[in-house]
Structures are given as C-alpha cells and as structure tokens.
C-alpha cells in the first residue's frame, strides 16, 4: 500500500498513466468482492510503519499530494483489520494471534489517539506509547493505565 504514496505519482505521470495509475492497490474493490487482504511495506523497500500503512490505505496520497484512485479508498477499521485479524486468518494463524481475546498471543500496541476518530490525515502521526508481545512490554512505558 506504501507504494501509492512513495510512487503514486511516477506511475500516474510515467509509467502507467492515471487511469491505470488509479488502481495500483484496489483495495476498495477487494473489500466490495469479500476477498480478504494485508497492508505492507515491503521493508526494506519502504520502511516498516503499520500506522503509515493505514494511513496511505485511507487517504491514498501520493508524495505529491494527489489522492490516486480516491474510489479505492477504504475505511479505518478496514484498514486496521488488514494489519491484524486479516493477516492471521490468511496465515491460518487466527487461532493464536490477530485479535485480543483470552487464548490468543497478546501482540498488541498502545496508542496515544483512537485512528478511528482523528482525523484521517493524522494517522500516520499517531504515537505509539507502548509495544506488547505475548503480554510482555518490549518497547515504551512497559505499563498500561486502566483507568
């Protein structure tokens, strides 16, 4: 997905035209078929930001600002699924990883702001506070607050 924004416009100018251009990742038209789908970066192509990610699947900017393929935009809670549940079922991994739920790995990361509520244009911005890997704090504050 990074590739709409990091390359967006050389396809559109160069390489494939708007009209092709308009449909690198239809990620819209995934979603609308049922198919399921992951956000990546291809690191070391472009770097690892799962948030980053999101973001060019909500926005699809490119570098230069244009919004390529608007109609292929999708949702953030779309978009957050494709980096979590979605992988781990297209890994057959969804048993032990992908959701929190009693049983499972608890692989997550603590947030400073609610991506489903800012704006979209921040998403990419957004803080991470703390990382958990199997329940174990591996980066940040190592703690979370529950009230």
Not at 15 to 42: C, Q, V, W, Y
Not at 66 to 82: F, H
């Amino acid at each position: 997905m990074n590739h709409v924004y990091y390359w967006g416009d050389r396809h559109r100018e160069i390489f494939l035209g708007p009209e092709r251009a308009k449909r690198i990742s239809p990620l819209h038209e995934a979603m609308s078929s049922n198919l399921l789908f992951t956000l990546h970066s291809d690191c070391p192509v472009t770097p690892i930001s799962p948030l980053f990610s999101v973001w060019a699947a909500v926005n699809r900017l490119t570098k230069d600002g244009y919004v390529l393929g608007p109609e292929q935009r999708i949702d953030v809670e779309t978009a957050l699924k494709s980096m979590t549940i979605y992988g781990a079922k297209l890994n057959f991994d969804e048993a032990i990883s992908g959701s929190i739920e009693i049983g499972k790995n608890a692989d997550f990361a603590v947030l400073e702001a609610d991506p489903t509520t800012v704006n979209p244009q921040e998403i990419k911005d957004i803080y991470i506070l703390a990382t958990y890997i199997e329940g174990r704090p591996v980066y940040g504050q190592g703690t979370i607050r529950t009230s």
